[in-house]
């Protein structure tokens, strides 16, 4: 009969001596060893993280990929991505404009309209969309195989 005995249960019963004993023992550390990682240290602050907080936001990615053929109107974008509410598509629109992913254009037409496009840095995120996008088909595919 094995028994399991923890940190806690031997110090709150004060038998440190016997916690001593298993641990030389090799008994109570039966944990596998950590290995040192051998991959580069991100730069400070991580560039890997700052771009994936850009993209990480619900619906974040659909609407920069919405926008890479060209300006769009909010209901335009609606269209688009229709499973997304119009409130989460109205913040959506907010962080990537205060992120500087995307601008907002009030164009002076009756009605008025706003359209979205993307900047620079917006366009940027694009090919790393397309990866993505690459690596998901081959995982769907890969999932279909195995089915």
Known sequence: MTTCISMRNLVTTRNHQLWVTLKKLGIYDMALKMRKNKSLKPPKPCMLTECMAVISGAWAPNVIWSL?????????????????SAKVLSARLSELEEKGVLTRHVRRTSPPSTEYELTELGAELLPALDAIVQVGHRLKAKRSKAA
């Open 68 to 84: 890479r053929a060209g300006s769009r109107r909010f209901s335009e974008l609606r269209a688009d991505i229709p499973p997304i």
